[in-house]
């Protein structure tokens, strides 16, 4: 039944075409023959490598690869195209959609002033809502950086990772901390923007970060696997003994969602459409600074792909977006897995691989099996 409803919803997302073909091992298909090699090296790599969770490859209008494989869903099955994940600061992508959604609604502007907002904020020292959407605050990263943002407090730091953190608690220690540049003078990677962003919407609109996605992007879409600050809805299960994500509630706007490959794909498809957007919102979300914009990153070799990431404590995904060989196409490349570089499943391999490198001549550096880079290599190999 599970394989009917994935082979559906594939042929919805292929524009009703049912070109679709299904291999054993959670493996689907374009069957258009100018796929053929690429989805023969794929299968092979799949089937041959170590690659766990699960991948979707697509243009705008056409489902080239959907797949799951190695790790296992919480009905003891092998994972889907379907299975759901934490899918970390890639949520980063859907809150910049929103501010832009306010945008192109008259309820905020990018020139406004994080002060005006969090008004007791008198370190914020002239910075905008650009500037959070940019990584260009100065603010300390309250998830990286959590002992200097908690001031080394055990207790604190121990209640962030039990998710009893409350905003009130974190805007207490945010308003004491220095910035540790100028506002827009440089970027600098840091959770606690989008955070401020998803409690800028709060106010802005009087609904929860949760509602506001949901109505406005989720619900839209059809995206019914997704959901923003929500327990106990993650499908797949984690391989670390780092568990599921406890601190999703203070975490909101910057790595709460959780979602899978296909709701995924809706989501990118809609945007670069001009769907969820305008066509100046659009421009603006992918107005790059330093090879940041709202949500997205750009490749500095290449300005026409672009990334994010995301980790949580079990968890890692990535989504690429590059336009293929045929320059009117757009190319999803779209993997989620439950295990990131602190596994056990990939620090046994890590050990392996040190190993075997410390009988070469630089065995001072770790060689480590990164299944993202091997399934990106084939997609630029045969697709761009």
């Known amino acids: 039944m599970q394989n009917k409803n994935i082979l559906k919803e594939l042929i919805c997302l292929n524009g009703g075409e049912s070109n679709i073909a299904y291999t054993e091992s959670n493996m689907w298909f374009s069957e258009n023959p100018k796929y053929a090699d690429?989805?023969?090296?794929?299968?092979?790599?799949?089937?041959?490598?170590?690659?766990?969770?699960?991948?979707?490859?697509?243009?705008?209008?056409?489902?080239?690869?959907?797949?799951?494989?190695r790790s296992v869903d919480v009905n003891g099955d092998t994972v889907t195209p379907l299975s759901t994940y934490e899918i970390g600061s890639l949520t980063k992508m859907y809150t910049a959609a929103i501010v832009f959604k306010l945008l192109d609604e008259g309820k905020l502007k990018l020139t406004d002033r994080?002060?005006?907002?969090?008004?007791?904020?008198?370190?914020?020292?002239?910075?905008?809502?650009?500037?959070?959407?940019?990584?260009?605050?100065?603010?300390?990263?309250?998830?990286?950086?959590?002992?200097?943002?908690?001031?080394?407090?055990?207790?604190?730091?121990?209640?962030f990772d039990n998710g009893e953190i409350t905003d009130e608690v974190l805007l207490?220690?945010?308003?004491?901390?220095?910035?540790?540049?100028?506002?827009?003078?440089?970027?600098?990677?840091?959770?606690?923007?989008?955070?401020?962003?998803?409690?800028?919407?709060?106010?802005?609109?009087?609904?929860?970060?949760?509602?506001?996605?949901?109505?406005?992007i989720f619900e839209p879409l059809g995206m019914n696997c997704s959901s923003a600050t929500t327990c106990g809805d993650v499908t797949s299960?984690?391989?670390?003994?780092?568990?599921?994500?406890?601190?999703?509630?203070?975490?909101?706007?910057?790595?709460?969602?959780?979602?899978?490959?296909?709701?995924?794909?809706?989501?990118?498809?809609?945007?670069?459409?001009?769907?969820?957007?305008?066509?100046?919102g659009k421009a603006g979300m992918l107005d790059f600074v330093d090879n940041y914009g709202c949500g997205w990153g750009m490749f500095p070799q290449n300005a026409d792909m672009m990334f994010h990431d995301g980790d949580t404590n079990s968890y890692s995904?990535?989504?690429?977006?590059?336009?293929?060989?045929?320059?009117?196409?757009?190319?999803?490349?779209?993997?989620?897995?439950?295990?990131?570089?602190?596994?056990e499943h990939e620090e046994e391999n890590d050990e392996t691989a040190e190993a075997e490198n410390d009988e070469t001549e630089d065995n001072d550096k770790e060689v480590k099996f990164d299944q993202y880079q091997l399934v990106f290599d084939l997609c630029q190999k045969y697709l761009q």
């Open 172 to 216: 207490e220690h945010l308003y004491t901390l220095d910035l540790t540049f100028a506002p827009n003078s440089k970027m600098q990677y840091c959770n606690t923007n989008y955070v401020l962003l998803a409690m800028i919407i709060e106010r802005i609109t009087g609904r929860s970060y949760k509602k506001n996605v949901r109505e406005r």
């Open 38 to 69: 690429f989805v023969a090296e794929l299968r092979e790599n799949i089937q041959n490598n170590d690659i766990r969770g699960s991948i979707l490859i697509a243009t705008d209008r056409e489902v080239i690869w959907a797949s799951g494989s």
């Open 237 to 280: 299960v984690p391989e670390g003994e780092g568990g599921y994500m406890k601190e999703y509630q203070i975490a909101r706007g910057a790595g709460d969602i959780h979602s899978n490959v296909l709701d995924l794909l809706k989501f990118n498809r809609a945007l670069f459409r001009e769907e969820i957007i305008s066509p100046e």
């Open 317 to 343: 995904a990535v989504d690429v977006v590059f336009h293929a060989s045929d320059a009117e196409k757009r190319c999803y490349f779209l993997m989620m897995s439950c295990c990131n570089g602190n596994d």
């Open 114 to 159: 994080v002060s005006s907002y969090f008004p007791e904020y008198y370190k914020a020292n002239g910075m905008t809502v650009f500037d959070l959407l940019h990584m260009r605050s100065g603010m300390v990263d309250f998830a990286n950086d959590r002992k200097m943002f908690f001031n080394n407090d055990e207790a604190l730091m121990n209640a």
